[in-house]
Structures are given as structure tokens and as C-alpha cells.
Nanobody, 127 residues
Framework: VQLQASGGGLVQAGGSLRVSCAAS????????IAWFRQAPGKEREFVAAVRGSLGGYRTYYADSVKDRFTVSRDNAKSTVSLQMNTLNPEDTAVYYC???????????????????WGQGTQVTVSS
């Protein structure tokens, strides 16, 4: 699976932005797709994930983004989107999408559990 993230940019605090992850491969629906982010000087952290078909396409969020971010997938287009609302400067980071077909639920928030990664897209929130 190859992943291509897009949609980052500069937005003012309180604004919204949507980032997307396009995937190649014929079994996209089977993959768990996750979003991670890494701010300067910080470790990469989990943001959100959507399970594959065997996981019922359930979604998971970090507490810091719950109720503000929404992850969704379009299996027909092999894309996953992350709608980010009410952004604040602490959301500034490079956002990466990641994929794995065999991830277990207890590891869904662990970046080392994912085999495939996109190149990242910069999201900057100004105050």
C-alpha cells in the first residue's frame, strides 16, 4: 500500500481544515488507516483511526481532538479524510497517515504498529 497525504495548510485559530490520505492497492477496505502528527521538538502522537472491514470501520480518537476532529473513509475512492474543526495552535504539526491490515485494537494508537506511511502534510494554526 502506498499512501499520499494532502490538504494541509495555514489556518487561523478557530478555523477548519480537511486533510486527506489517498491509498493505492486493491484491498483498501481491509486496512486500518490512522492519522498521527508530530510537532517540532515533540514525539509523534496518535490523532485518529478508522478500522477496516473486519473492525466494522469503527473510529477512534485521541482525547485532545475528540469532538473536534472527524475521521472518515471512502472505500470506493481509497481515501481517508480527517476533518479538523475548532483548530488551535497546539494542533500545529506535520500530519501523517498510516495503514496496516493486521493491527490489533490494543495497538491502534501505537505508531510502531503500522507498516505503511504517507509523506506527511503540514498543518499550521496561527493564533
Amino acid at each position: 500500500v502506498q499512501l499520499q497525504a494532502s490538504g494541509g495548510g495555514l489556518v487561523q485559530a478557530g478555523g477548519s481544515l480537511r486533510v486527506s490520505c489517498a491509498a493505492s492497492g486493491r484491498t483498501f477496505s481491509a486496512y486500518t488507516i490512522a492519522w498521527f502528527r508530530q510537532a517540532p521538538g515533540k514525539e509523534r502522537e496518535f490523532v485518529a483511526a478508522v478500522r477496516g472491514s473486519l473492525g466494522g470501520y469503527r473510529t477512534y480518537y485521541a482525547d485532545s481532538v475528540k469532538d473536534r476532529f472527524t475521521v472518515s473513509r471512502d472505500n470506493a475512492k481509497s481515501t481517508v479524510s480527517l476533518q479538523m474543526n475548532t483548530l488551535n495552535p497546539e494542533d500545529t504539526a506535520v500530519y501523517y497517515c498510516a495503514a496496516d491490515r493486521n493491527i490489533i485494537l490494543s495497538s491502534i494508537r501505537v505508531d510502531g504498529s503500522y507498516d505503511y506511511w504517507g509523506q506527511g502534510t503540514q498543518v499550521t494554526v496561527s493564533s
